[in-house]
């Protein structure tokens, strides 16, 4: 009987699977097999740890040949203990003594037997050597790593404190810039006033109309040297189109009044034309004319769907808050009146319902805040709906004021999926549509 009849009969015998035995071992039930059949022989340590699994002595499951049992050999440690390994290797030795002492007459057959567990001690006394130089390598290379991992950190640091300087800097080229600006705008001025040709000047508006977009400006200006023949004409650019109107001479200042388009930026400049030379200086600039006159519009739906995920019945309920203000207290916009306010209901792109908030709505007015003029809030009545994939509901606020501009947000918009789930999209919140007449 040889190694490998030995391990399958000892396993029968203990009532023990391949599968059972490859997991004590720590290896495949696919190795164990390869034993039994003899396609492979088990390493010197698998064949102590089968040894002891079965209570045999090595002998015993090299040969077959039951004999005195000899003590187990101390277990194998992953970390290599020269003395330790003397130790056991010496027991090997000795119990291979015995076995050719109790088969003197199978001697000859098992010779090769023999120098092969001589090479695998050998072989495992070497391996056990490297594995202790490699766990040594395995510890050089973690703190490798670990110093990397530091180099790494402190590289991230540094980038973060390269970001926040150059954030510094460039808050700090910004003010100098500013700076530098506002010196040389301070130099022109001064320049102006000194040698430029308008001594003095003015620019005042009235009679902003918003519906037809226009607003008249009033513009004074003192010249500094005026002679004889001498005409001052004034350019204004407005809205992508410029417009020249001549200025009326009287007492040492030319003064006209000129309608023009209402937008957001107007500039003025003057030029002075005598018969043989012509001189044009910038007066100014007026910004945010025409949006002094909108109302600031805030908006807010709270839309609450109550839906089980796979049912095909959803209820919707919750509230709308608009609030209303001018641009600041005292300016054009304080005098601006909201004239209708209403809130539909779309469903599909239809409008299926309709609320004047007006009439339907609580004005919650603030009175110790002059800005504003209104916070409308709107309780929905609770509705329930059939749904059905790529099905669309909206929440659809418009506003007109007194001068035809008109407001417009969805507030809340509510998309079916494939698969009957709802999803809320309100990210138009406080974002509302300016549309001038």
């Known amino acids: 009987m040889n190694i490998h009849t030995n391990i399958q009969e000892l396993r029968k015998k203990a009532g023990m699977s391949q599968e059972a035995l490859a997991e004590q071992l720590g290896v495949s039930r696919q190795a164990v097999s390869k034993w039994e059949s003899g396609a492979s022989t088990p390493d010197l340590d698998k064949i102590l740890l089968i040894a002891e699994i079965f209570s045999v002595s090595v002998s015993e499951l ?33 119990q291979v003594d015995e076995m050719l002492r109790t088969t003197n007459e199978k001697k000859r057959s098992f010779i090769p037997l023999v120098a092969a567990c001589l090479c695998l001690v050998v072989a495992v006394y070497f391996a056990f050597y490297y594995m202790d130089k490699v766990r040594h390598l395995e ?61 003095d000047y003015s620019i005042e508006y009235r009679d902003a109309d918003i519906a037809r977009r226009t607003v008249v400006l009033d513009i004074s200006v003192s010249p500094r040297l005026w002679n004889e023949g001498d005409v001052m004409t004034f350019i204004i650019e407005a809205d992508g189109m410029q417009n020249t109107v001549e200025g009326t001479y009287s007492n040492g200042t030319v003064s006209v009044s000129a309608s023009v388009p209402l937008t957001d930026e107007i500039h003025v400049s003057a030029c002075i034309t005598n018969g043989y030379t012509t001189k044009q200086e ?37 509230s709308v808050l608009l609030t209303i203000n001018a ?35 609580q004005n919650v007015y603030d009175s110790t805040s002059l800005a504003v003029f209104a916070d409308f809030v709107y309780e929905i009545e609770p509705v329930e709906r ?14 007109i004021d007194n001068n035809g501009v008109t407001y417009q947000s969805i507030l809340e918009r509510i998309d079916v999926l494939d698969n009957l789930s709802v999803q809320h999209d309100s990210s138009n919140h406080g974002t509302f549509e300016i549309i001038l007449p």
């Open 386 to 399: 059939t749904i059905h994939p790529g099905d669309v509901y909206e929440f659809k606020v418009t506003l």
């Open 62 to 94: 090299l040969t077959g040949e039951k004999e005195e049992q000899t003590p187990a050999p101390a277990p194998v440690e992953n970390t290599f203990d020269a003395e330790k390994y003397e130790e056991m290797i010496n027991n090997h030795l000795l």
């Open 139 to 199: 510890d050089d290379l973690s703190s490798l790593q670990s110093n990397l991992d530091n180099i790494q950190s402190n590289v991230g640091s540094l980038e973060s404190n390269l970001g926040s300087l150059e954030s510094n800097m460039g808050s700090i080229r910004s003010d100098i810039n500013h700076h530098i600006y506002s010196i040389r705008q301070e130099i022109s001025d001064s320049l102006k006033k000194e040698y430029g040709m308008v001594s």
């Open 327 to 361: 641009k600041t207290p005292g300016s054009p916009s304080a005098k601006s009146q909201i004239k209708s306010a209403s809130l539909e209901f779309i469903e599909n792109g239809s409008t299926t319902q309709t609320v004047n908030l007006l009439k339907e709505a």
């Open 282 to 318: 910038k007066l100014d600039s007026l910004r945010s004319l025409l949006s002094m006159h909108l109302l600031s519009v805030d908006g807010y739906g709270s839309i609450l769907s109550t839906h089980t995920e796979g049912s095909d019945k959803m209820a919707l309920s919750g």
